[in-house]
């Protein structure tokens, strides 16, 4: 329950450590201050009322009527002390408050006989009367309010902790910010690697955070180093799969049934389909950070121009602002998208394939490609875009290996773009390709 009490963030937390110090330093600050001056002030009270009963015990006793009359008559004002005799103006209460009872007890110690305190009452505002024996008789010494009520803290301390505090929760922010900022920008290059884009991580702020950093770097390097030797391995056995199927193909040509011919030869050209995704695949994950800023408008006319000339039912819509649009993706991964999404299309849909280039609001360039096929079921939409997966069982028997829409959205993320697979308008599956502009 506590922990939900707390702010996620570290940056947030540790604010909250510095403060939650800062207050309970100021707290004991205060409480110290105040228990200095209470004591300071009790001694300096004791010591005054101590010498003026010592005083008046000794001036009273031989003072005659007129002189006591004019004493007890006499106003010291607000600050200062007064003289009464015993009498009926004597406040009945005895006062409740702490510096009453410490006044008593300091008093009495120090005059060596125990003092009478009496005081208007709770909630009045009357002098807290001290009663002494001057020779047979009783007097009371009058202490007014402002003397023994407690004593407020001067602005100017205010203003010096303010500014402290200030200065504290400023030293507190770049602090804070020194050990968070690197954090964050770690937080980073960890997602940015998690989603397929591999970023090292400058090696900064305190010590644990910089050997996470180098960590980090440290494992970059394994993985990369441990790809470059998944994709030479599976290069070379695609490669070498092309020199047994050309034979093939050459031994298919010397049949003479044309039954048996056709059976082979589909066969093998499904084969040559895997072959060729397979490397399109690990060239798109080879080449996804070679970036160039090319026309896509002009390169999607001459690859639609090519796939007609293939006999293939293509049909290009390019918008008038995305004609002039320059990307920032490398005219061969464009191609491989281009083709991947078209041999989709066609491959699983049903012709013909429409293909638009538009530009939306936030400036990035939009290109749409669409078939008129049964499409994908929106909870398979997901693992589609994964690599080597199979929807329909069927599909493993026609030459599909299911990389097609993984190098599509693998060639995008490279150029920190997105894929989106969604229903068109009047049946079938529209992939949205969404890529930045430079």
């Known amino acids: 329950m506590t922990m939900r009490l707390l702010p996620s963030s570290l940056a947030s937390r540790t604010v909250l450590l510095v403060i939650a110090v800062i207050a309970v330093t100021e707290v004991a600050t205060f409480s110290l201050i105040g228990h200095f001056r209470r004591n300071s002030h009790l001694n300096q009270t004791v010591q005054l009322l101590a010498g003026q009963v010592h005083l008046l015990q000794i001036v009273l ?33 005895q006062p409740q408050f702490p510096f009453a009872h410490r006044l008593a007890n300091e008093l009495a110690e120090r005059l060596g006989e125990p003092v009478l305190l009496r005081h208007g009452g709770s909630g009045q505002r009357s002098g807290l009367w001290i009663g002494f024996m001057a020779g047979s008789e009783r007097w009371w010494l009058v202490l007014p309010p402002p003397r023994f009520e407690p004593q407020a803290l001067p602005s100017d301390l205010w203003l010096g902790l303010a500014g402290m505090l200030a200065a504290v929760l400023l030293i507190a922010g770049l602090f804070v910010r020194g050990i968070v900022g690197p954090l964050a920008r770690l937080e980073e290059a960890v997602a940015a690697t998690g989603d397929g884009l591999a970023r090292t991580a400058t090696p900064e702020g305190p010590r644990e955070v910089r050997r996470l950093a180098e960590r980090h770097n440290t494992m970059l390097g394994q993985l990369a180093s441990a790809a470059a030797e998944r994709r030479e391995m599976l290069a070379g056995l695609t490669h070498d799969l092309r020199a047994p199927l050309t034979r093939l193909r050459l031994r298919l040509a010397l049949l003479e049934s044309d039954a048996d011919r056709a059976g082979l030869v589909r066969d093998v050209d499904d084969m040559e389909r895997i072959v060729g995704q397979c490397l399109a695949f690990l060239r798109s994950e080879e080449f996804a950070m070679v970036k160039a ?16 000339e293939l006999g293939r039912p293509i049909e290009l819509t390019v918008g008038g602002v995305a004609a002039d649009c320059q990307v920032a993706i490398s005219a061969g991964n464009l191609q491989r998208l281009l083709d991947n999404l078209i041999d989709n299309a066609l491959q699983h849909g049903v012709p013909p394939v429409e293909v638009y280039l538009s530009t939306p609001a936030d400036g990035a360039v939009t290109l749409r490609v ?4 049964p499409g994908i079921a929106r909870a398979d939409r997901g693992r589609a875009l994964e690599p080597f997966a199979q929807l329909d069982p069927a599909r493993a028997t026609d030459g599909s290996c299911g990389l097609g829409l993984a190098i599509v959205r693998r060639i995008a ?16 599956l529209e992939v949205t390709v969404s890529l930045p502009t430079c």
Do not use: F, K, M, T
Not at 72 to 90: C, I, K
Not at 293 to 307: C, G, H, N, T
């Open 61 to 93: 006793p031989g003072l005659d009527d007129e002189a006591r009359h004019i004493l007890s008559a006499a106003d010291a004002g607000e600050q200062g002390l007064q003289v009464r005799p015993d009498g009926n103006s004597v406040p009945r209460h």
């Open 293 to 308: 800023s090319i026309p896509i408008a002009a390169i999607l006319y001459e690859e639609i121009a090519r796939q007609r």
């Open 370 to 373: 669409r078939d008129h096929g």
């Open 413 to 428: 993320a490279g150029c920190g773009g997105d894929v989106v697979l969604a229903d068109a308008a009047g049946g079938g």
